[in-house]
């Protein structure tokens, strides 16, 4: 596995205020890695850093060995999916949502079936009746998941997920949890669930905007 995320004692200030402080940790391809710590701690702002969301106030960023800049953020965001804890699906039913990027010129032609949605769906513990609700009338949970299945179909390998199982029963919870043993996806979380963090590889701990622990 090589490495592809570096953060090198990276400061970040948010509206004039210190919010990470020489942050320094590496992720390599295929591994999933966990921020934990308490609420305001900086977990977030960690993955919208990555984002190109705040600007870095002192030390680097790096993705596959480059530095952060312009380029490089878009060259994130093509391959990375960013999982709010409620995504906007932009579309009126689920089926519009997971199709929606397929009317795009960059994948226009590409439209999977309805047989690769439901494979897809069924994966991360969804019905495939699921397709025909009305995305206003579906769970925080369910968004995730649905969003989740929209950046598979475009082939995504890179997922920043902020706390994607917390409000999931364990039966959802464990299909989430097994899609993303793939070792192919490398996965930037954030977490409270502690059958979540069990499942990382790897465990940082912010306080404070600083490191505490990791393993
Ligand atoms: N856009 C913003 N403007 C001002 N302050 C912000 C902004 N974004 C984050 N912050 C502040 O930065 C700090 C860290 O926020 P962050 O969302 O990274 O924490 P977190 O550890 O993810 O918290 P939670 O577990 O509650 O989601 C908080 O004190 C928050 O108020």
Redesign the pocket.
Known sequence: MTGLVRFDRVSVA??G?T??RALSFDIREGEKAV?K????????????TLLG??PVADGEVRFAGRLLDRDTVSAIRACAAYIG?EPVLGADTVREALLLPFGFKAHRGKAPSTGRLAEILGRLGLAPLILDQHCSRISGGEKQRIAVARAQLLGKRLYLL??VTSALDPESKRAVQDFFSDPALTVLS?A?DPDWIARCDTVFE?QD?RLTAAG
Do not use: A, M
């Not at 710590?37 to 919208?48: A, E, F």
């Open positions: 948010v509206q205020r919010i990470l921020f710590g308490k609420s305001g701690s900086g977990k977030s702002t960690v993955l919208k969301v705040y804890q902020d706390e954030v409270h912010l905007g």
